[in-house]
Nanobody, 121 residues
């Protein structure tokens, strides 16, 4: 029922910028944390950035000062503005959200299918 859909990935030169977006839809009572993770070929998935419902954020050390995460609770969306992209940022980027389906239920993690970001000259 619940679905997360990412968009905004693509090919960009080193030093360039991209903006990723993720929209949650379906039967949703509320959303707790939302975030972005990435996975490079033959490497484990790693945290990029997360944000709470109240707007607090945290970032991986490798992206601090370059990436900015934001969310719109009214629209159930989360974005990732990526500046100063480096070849090491190349990966599939996945949206994640802890979603509460009902008033008396606990949150459950959901994942999008991913969007490819390739940084190359």
């Amino acid at each position: 029922q619940v679905q997360l859909v990412e968009s905004g990935g693509g090919l960009v030169q080193p030093g360039g910028s991209l903006r990723l977006s993720c929209a949650a839809s379906g039967s949703i009572f509320s959303i707790n944390d939302m975030g972005w993770y990435r996975q490079a070929p033959e490497k484990p998935r790693e945290l990029v950035a997360t944000t709470t419902r109240g707007g607090s954020t945290n970032y991986a050390d490798s992206v601090k000062g370059r990436f900015t995460i934001s969310r719109d609770n009214a629209k159930n969306t989360v974005n990732l503005q990526m500046n100063g992209l480096e070849p090491e940022d190349t990966a599939v980027y996945y949206c994640n959200a802890e979603i509460v389906r009902g008033k008396y239920l606990s949150g459950v993690n959901y994942w999008g299918k991913g969007t490819v970001v390739a940084v190359s000259s």
